[in-house]
Each structure stands twice: as C-alpha cells, then as structure tokens.
C-alpha cells in the first residue's frame, strides 16, 4: 500500500457497515450472502489497510473501536453515493430493476413491509430487497442520509427534507399475562393503569413516543416503568414473565393471543389508534425501483 492512499473496495465497505450494525460478524455474513470467514478475512484485510482496529471482540460481543465509529460515518456515505450513482443511471434508462433499500421502525419493518415487499417482487422478481430496521428516529436518519430510499414509521414526523404520507392505521392495545386481573377484560379504566408496573420500549421508539402522548392527551400518569426493553419481542417476553403489563400494536400479538399466552384489552374512554407513516427524502433524485415502489405502496394502502 502507498502511503496516503488506502486500497479498499466497496464490497469491503459493504461487509463493514453489515458487521457494525449487526454487532456479530455471523450475522453480517448471513445478510451479505458470505461465509463467516470470509466475513473474518474481508474485516482483516481492512484493518491492514486502513492499519488500526476498527472492532473489539469482548467474549462473543462485537462493537466498534474509537477508530471504527469515526470510519463507519465515511463508509455509509460511500455507499450512499454508490446507490445513488447507480440510480441515477438507472433513471436514464428508465429501468426497474437493481437493489431496494427500505427503513422500518419495529412494528411496520415487521409487520407491515414483509407483506408488501413480497407482492412488490411478484411484479419485479430481479429487485433485491434490503429492510432495515431501528427506532423511528433512526429510520428518519436513514432516509435523510440516503441510506435508504424510504422507511415506514409509526410516528409522528415533522423534519425538514422528509416527505411523510399517512398509509394505514395501526391499534394500540394493553397486553398481561392470562394470569393478570386484567386478563379477562375487554376494557380498562385508565385511572388503574398509573398503578401496575410498565414494561417500556425504549427511548427514541415510536410505539413509546405514540403512547406517551396518548396518554399524556387523556390525563394518565405517571407510569410506573419497571424495566425498559429494545423491541416489541422484548416487551412480549418481559410481561410474559409477569414483570409488568405494556401497550403493543395489535399487529404485533395476533400468535401470542390465538396461543392464549398474553391477554389484551382496550382503554376505556381513549382512542389508541396511531398512523403508519412512509416517508422518503423530498431533497433526494428517487431510482426508478422507488418510485415503483411507491405506487405498489398507494395502489395497496387499502390492505394494510
């Protein structure tokens, strides 16, 4: 290597943003379709280059050096302006087809992008399709920063460069265990809530942002939050476990009630209804994939 002139490829660059966001380079090689050692040697071979570490492996846990968090800032801008490239030309030809990068926040990344992505490849079985998930916050960032085209969010979205349109509606219900008091109710009285104990999402969730100001609107609270959790699935187990009751998407329990091991219920007396929001960049040239896309999305909001 030259001095001052690092050689590296893209697809290097690809596997380490994989690596970072995953947090396993297990993980990462699943979702870039490579052995794990290949994963390990690509990793190796840009430390070399770059020659510092941009990874700690701490018994089993992968995290990101002072070194591989100033550098993962560069690499996603790298290949932002490689799909963006690659898009711009594709619009010359007025071509569908290439790669599809979707954001979703835990519910509709889950719930609600599965369901149209496979309808969209029905249409167009040569696009290749990435979802990635994160907080609402985080699917914002991701738009913003042309990391992916469009996202799905079920939160309320004022940002400067993001393009927000209301596509579905989503339900919000609380969920305990089929041994709770609760478990036999249809409805709850809002004036009990403040005293259970409140299994939480995260902060930056949309699902917790949504029910904050729900509640806050209908004059309840303080929670009694009880433990803080990083996904719906968390949520799930947590008051599985009888560690306290929460509120969830109905989308999200549809097994857990068939299979009897959660019960649900409204609140009495508060609309719990919230939107399911799909932005995309208004500051950003749409690929042609996209703006398919996006039609598939408007001709199917009806069954969402």
């Known amino acids: 290597m030259k001095q001052g002139r690092p050689d590296f490829s893209l697809r290097q660059i690809e596997v ?14 699943n979702a870039v379709f490579l052995s794990q050692p290949t994963v390990s040697e690509h990793m190796a071979s840009l430390e070399r280059t770059l020659g510092t570490r941009l990874f700690d492996r701490v018994r089993g846990a992968v995290s990101l050096t002072r070194s591989g968090q100033v550098f993962y800032g560069y690499a996603q801008r790298m290949l932002s302006m490689q799909r963006e490239a690659v898009r711009a ?9 290439g790669d599809l990068d979707l954001g979703g926040s835990t519910i509709p990344g889950t719930y609600v992008l599965p369901g149209l992505v496979r309808g969209f490849r029905e249409k167009f079985p040569d ?8 907080d609402s916050q985080h699917v914002l960032d991701m738009v913003a920063d042309g990391i992916v085209e469009l996202g799905i969010v079920g939160a309320r979205v004022k940002r400067r460069g993001i393009e927000a349109t209301e596509i579905a509606k989503d339900e919000l219900v609380i969920i305990c265990p089929p041994s709770h008091p609760w478990a036999k109710k249809k409805q709850i009285d809002p004036s009990d809530l403040p005293g259970e104990p409140f299994v939480a999402r995260e902060q930056g969730s949309g699902t917790r942002e949504t029910i904050e100001r729900m509640l806050a609107d209908a004059g309840i609270g303080p929670l009694r939050v009880s433990i803080e959790v990083g996904s719906t699935e968390e949520v799930k187990e947590s008051v599985k476990a009888g560690l306290g009751v929460s509120i969830v998407s109905r989308r999200a329990i549809s097994t857990e009630l068939a299979a009897g091991v959660l019960a649900a219920a409204r609140l009495k007396g508060v609309d719990m209804s919230r939107a399911l929001v799909l932005v995309v960049s208004s500051e950003r040239t ?5 703006k398919a896309f996006l039609e598939h999305v408007e001709a199917n909001k009806g069954s969402l």
């Not at 696009?127 to 994160?134: H, L």
């Open 127 to 134: 696009i290749r399709v990435t979802i990635r998930t994160g």
């Open 16 to 29: 380490f943003c994989q690596v970072a966001d995953q947090k396993s380079f297990s993980k990462a090689a």
């Open 286 to 290: 749409r690929s042609g994939v996209c």
């Open 89 to 97: 030309l594709d619009d010359l030809k007025g071509a569908v087809r």
